[in-house]
């Protein structure tokens, strides 16, 4: 018995030193455990805390975001251009076609009742996604009865809400598309680019004209209103409101009255005509044709018909012309009369004898009129627009000397003009272009073709506006513009460089061009004296040659106010005979409305026609 007793008294006292150890192990590890927790909760409630607060408030609070208004756009007179209109749209909760009842119910009476494809409805929510924190715009501009048939069926529509919402309108339409140009909904691609700067999804962005290039001005900010919401995700209570913030409006030089005269003087025509303040380079009208309506983009879903006629008209309607480039035929005159006097290799006395064609080079080059006109001086050259007269200057001055005075007109690069991504720097040939694709070096043939605004050298009319209103304000190169910030002369031009004796010649010259000239139809007595010069330039469509007409000139002759450049593409005809008349309209229109009864008027003129006709 005491034997048992000493074993089970060993037994017990094996055991007892185990215990210890085990004690010593658990008491380790629980502190180790307490640490880890005790790290991992400073983790959560220190380091992470605010991310998953946000988490846990966005679960618990949505925004209702609030579009922001665009700035308006204003002409010169306060008329407006570019303005907001306020119809209903549609807006869904991301998750709403993840809830029970949306396949077969919910989402198929919602695109019955707005007449849009579930699909594309279903598009937009998962482009959002399910987490997303603000209601998405499904439908846009919807109507009356559309409304009518959504508050119908409210109660069956949940997660459906209607709100009012700012929509860009264009009050003008087609007469003002390619000043204003459009605004339209980011494409995924646009959507991904401008993330970073606050764009969101069925956010709109200026697209071409002035809505793309004064983006950032426009635009405004976005406002919206916090709203605490239910597990089920249904609005409780509003927490917050943010007021959106409009965009600045914006004042132009533009005339609205005068661009509605442009238009009309432009008809059916394909072309463009711009009027412009020589002196600061403000532009008054800039119209081109074909044209659009660019409220066709503020719809949420535009008829295919009427994209296609925009998008892919075979005449190109969202090109604005004005900013094309073209070869600008014998308005380059102007250019080489000032190469030439500027050069010191003619003189202002110089009379040089025309004939109905000359050879340069093994090449034959003729008159347009295939006769001559006798020996000219400057003005007579202008006047006639004789080529052979500007062969020789041409090709006597040479191509160095004509490509440097061309640059110095503003030719070759943008003019500064407000559209920076849609302007086109044209293009002018050197001996560099020669060698790349003809294999040789420049030739006097080439200086020669030069001479009279043809060959490989292209402008675009705005830049044929800058270079006529040179020798109109007195041998200023002006920077084009829209915006009618600033409109004293000297921040907007800067001197070319002609000696006051070229100056002079170049407006005797195109003075005489409208007196005795291939543009007499515009001697009138409705406006004041004009000086102008007209072009015609070679060119082919779909393999028939179909020439380009052009007209520059500006009023009063000694003293302008006003030049207006006209073209008309492919419209076959001369300068003198087409394009010269619609200078002509606008012009009227700016004198007879400035100085009411100073100058006959254009319906008295018309009447005299006809007796005489009679």
């Keep these: ?53 946000e988490r846990a408030q966005s679960n618990r609070v949505r925004m209702i975001p609030k579009q922001p208004e665009r700035g308006n756009i204003f002409d010169r007179n306060g008329k407006t251009i570019a303005t907001t209109r306020y119809p209903y749209s549609v807006y869904l909760w991301p998750m709403a076609h993840t809830k029970p009842g949306w396949d077969e119910t919910i989402g198929p009476r919602l695109a019955k009742a707005i007449d849009m494809p579930l699909v594309e409805i279903e598009e937009k929510l ?68 401008r993330k970073p700067e606050g764009y969101r999804l069925s956010d709109v962005i200026g697209q071409m004209g002035l809505e793309r ?37 914006m004042h132009l030089t533009l005339d609205l009255e005068l661009q509605k005269v442009a238009e009309k003087a432009l008809g059916d025509r394909n072309g463009t005509i711009i009027a412009m303040n020589p002196n600061n380079g403000g532009i008054l009208a800039m119209v081109s044709h074909p044209t659009f309506d660019p409220n066709v983009f503020s719809k949420q879903r535009p008829s295919q018909k009427e ?7 075979e005449s190109h309607p969202l090109l604005n012309r004005a900013l094309r480039q073209y070869a600008p035929a014998s308005t380059f005159k102007i250019v080489t009369t000032a190469a030439g006097l500027e050069s010191g290799k003619f003189s202002a006395s110089t009379v040089l004898p025309t004939y109905g064609s000359l050879n340069f080079g093994g090449t034959r080059f003729g008159e347009w009129n295939h006769a001559g006109f006798g020996p000219l001086g400057w003005t007579g050259a202008m006047a006639n627009s004789s080529d052979t007269f500007f062969y020789q200057v041409g090709a006597r001055i040479g191509g160095e000397t004509l490509i440097k005075w061309t640059r110095k007109f503003g030719f070759g690069s943008e003019t500064g003009f407000d559209f920076k991504v849609e302007e086109i720097p044209g293009f002018i040939p050197d001996n560099e272009y020669k060698r790349k694709t003809a294999k040789r070096d420049w030739t006097v043939g080439d200086s020669v073709n030069m001479s009279i605004g043809q ?33 004293e002369a000297k921040s907007w ?41 007209t072009g015609t330039a070679e060119a082919w469509y779909k393999g028939v040659k179909r020439n380009h007409t052009w007209f520059g000139g500006y009023a009063p002759a000694n003293k302008p106010e006003i030049l207006v450049v006209t073209f008309g593409e492919h419209s076959d005809g001369g300068g003198g005979s087409v394009a010269a008349p619609m200078a002509l309209q606008v012009m009227e229109n700016y004198f007879q409305r400035k100085y009411p009864g100073k100058f006959e008027k254009p319906e008295a003129k018309e009447a005299k026609v006809k007796v005489k006709a009679n």
């Design 493 to 533: 031009r800067e001197p070319i460089g002609m000696k006051p004796e070229t100056i002079k010649i170049l407006q005797a010259g195109l003075r005489e061009v409208i007196t005795n000239g291939t543009a007499k139809k515009l001697n009138v007595n409705t406006m004041p004296p004009m000086a102008g010069k």
């Design 126 to 193: 998962i482009e959002a996604g399910p987490n997303s924190s603000s209601l998405v715009r499904v439908a846009r501009d919807i109507t009356e009865a559309q409304i009518t048939a959504l508050k119908e069926y409210e109660h069956q529509l949940p997660n459906v809400e209607i709100h009012a919402e700012a929509v860009r309108f264009y009050p003008h339409g087609e007469t003002t598309a390619h000043v204003t140009g459009y605004t339209r909904e980011l494409t995924a691609e646009q959507l991904q680019k």
């Design 455 to 487: 060959g490989a050298l292209l402008t675009t009319p705005l830049q044929v506006a800058v270079m006529f209103a040179a020798p109109a304000n007195g041998g200023y190169r002006v920077q084009p513009h829209l915006i009618k910030d600033n409109e």
């Design 1 to 53: 018995m005491a034997l048992l007793n000493s074993e089970i008294g060993r037994k017990r006292d094996t055991l007892t030193v185990g215990k210890g150890i085990q004690s010593i192990f658990l008491i380790l590890f629980t502190l180790a455990s307490i640490t880890v927790m005790g790290v991992k909760l400073g983790q959560l409630q220190v380091i992470e805390g605010k991310k998953y607060s």
């Design 213 to 249: 290039a004064y983006e950032k001005h426009l635009r405004g900010e976005w406002g919206g209103r916090e709203v605490e919401v239910d597990g089920r995700g249904r609005p409780l209570r509003v927490i917050g409101e943010k007021q959106a913030k409009a965009g600045k409006d």
């Design 307 to 313: 994209l296609q006629k925009i998008l892919l008209g």
